[in-house]
């Protein structure tokens, strides 16, 4: 009986909150107007009679009304250069207010009229458009690349309040070419005669990485045969050269290891009972290494001045390995994996080209790391 009337207690202490919440009693003590309106209208939308949800509404409304009345004349009096933002924000919250209760049949009934501020918000819209505009005029006429990029911005958030404010399409496309950084990358330039299909191909892959850079779009990159083409004036030129490359390092190296085995079958006896010994043998294990490694040089140099910006040097390499073996006298003294490594025969190593190749794809991993970390907030 005990467990029955403390169960009894927490429904009955559970149906008391969950009504006070779904009515919006709660948020409004706590002083969250616009969510008691919102519960309460849900509330009476299912349950068009709820007395509490009643009383909420009409209370929650009419503070909810005040207070954003009273920002906005707060915003109006304010030196704020944004302030028309903070009006036209809490216009619209009131016109949601009003949207709720028009939704729910009940809730007229309490308030009849809510409020509802069309065209003030259409003005506190094109105010806050007009101030923003202003803003993005000012920094576009220092004309600087920093200055730009802000007021870029600027016109962005002119265009998102009111498209098509006077010319901010315009000032938009002004300012972000005003803001862009051109970036002219020269290519590298492979002389070695069996080289120059891979560097081709390493120029290639970084071709690929700055055409489809995205991070940033103040800068843009191009290839010095389309900057060329195209007569574009750089702003940074990106120069790469490989300071010093060495393909086909080749060491081998023997190792030489003496295997013996007991209890090795060897013979018979002349009534067949098996005679046990020990057999030797003599392995010898060829390991060959080809190494390919270089280094890239990275400059950024400002077109203007010929100052260089940044340099930076990434090493790359690559090892090629291959093993085999072979042995004299008793095969019976080897293990497994000795025996199969003297039945494998040396392999040709791949063409120095391939081995150019390979000793790029770490240098390619170092590059564009850091490019995209010296431009993406650039």
Not at 12 to 18: A, G, M
Not at 28 to 51: C, E, F, I, M, T
Not at 77 to 85: I, K, P, Y
Not at 188 to 200: A, E, K
Request: aromatic fraction near 12%; include cysteine.
């Amino acid at each position: 009986m005990k467990n029955l009337s403390r169960l009894r207690y927490f429904i009955y202490l559970s149906i008391i909150i969950v009504c006070g919440c779904t009515t919006g009693k709660n948020a409004l003590q706590k002083g969250d107007y616009d969510a008691s309106v919102a519960k309460a209208v849900g509330r009476l939308q299912n349950s068009p009679k709820n007395s509490e949800a009643m009383q909420v509404l009409k209370t929650a409304y009419e503070l909810a009304l005040q207070d954003h009345l009273r920002k906005i004349n707060e915003a109006k009096l304010s030196n704020d250069l944004f302030r028309w933002e903070s009006v036209m924000y809490d216009y619209q919250k009131i016109n949601q207010l009003s949207d709720d209760i028009y939704t729910c049949p009940a809730c007229l009934v309490i308030i009849p009229a809510p409020a509802k501020y069309v065209k003030e918000l259409a003005d506190s819209r094109y105010n806050a458009a007009a101030a923003r505009y202003n803003s993005g005029m000012g920094y576009l006429n220092e004309n600087n690349r920093l200055s730009a990029k802000k007021a870029y911005y600027e016109f962005e958030k002119a265009q998102n309040l009111q498209p098509g404010y006077k010319d901010v399409k315009t000032k938009l496309d002004d300012a972000y070419w005003a803001a862009v950084t051109r970036v002219v990358v020269q290519p590298i330039i492979v002389n070695r005669g069996p080289y120059q299909l891979s560097g081709d191909y390493f120029q290639q892959q970084i071709n690929q990485f700055m055409s489809s850079y995205a991070r940033n779009k103040f800068v843009l990159f191009y290839p010095e045969e389309q900057a060329t083409n195209e007569k574009i004036v750089p702003d940074q030129v990106l120069s790469l050269n490989f300071d010093d490359f060495v393909v086909g390092q080749t060491y081998v190296k023997e190792r030489v290891e003496k295997l013996k085995r007991d209890s090795v079958i060897i013979g018979e006896t002349r009534d067949k009972k098996p005679v046990y010994g020990t057999v030797t043998a003599t392995l010898s294990i060829f390991e060959k290494s080809i190494s390919s490694s270089g280094l890239l040089d990275m400059t950024i140099t400002d077109w203007q001045s010929r100052k260089i910006i940044k340099q930076q040097k990434f090493p790359g390499t690559f090892v090629w390995r291959d093993s085999w073996a072979s042995y004299q006298g008793d095969d019976r003294a080897l293990n497994k994996n000795q025996l199969a490594m003297t039945r494998r025969k040396e392999i040709l190593p791949p063409p120095p080209a391939a081995l150019f190749l390979e000793f790029t794809k770490p240098i390619y991993n170092q590059l564009v790391e850091n490019i995209s970390y010296f431009y993406n907030n650039y």
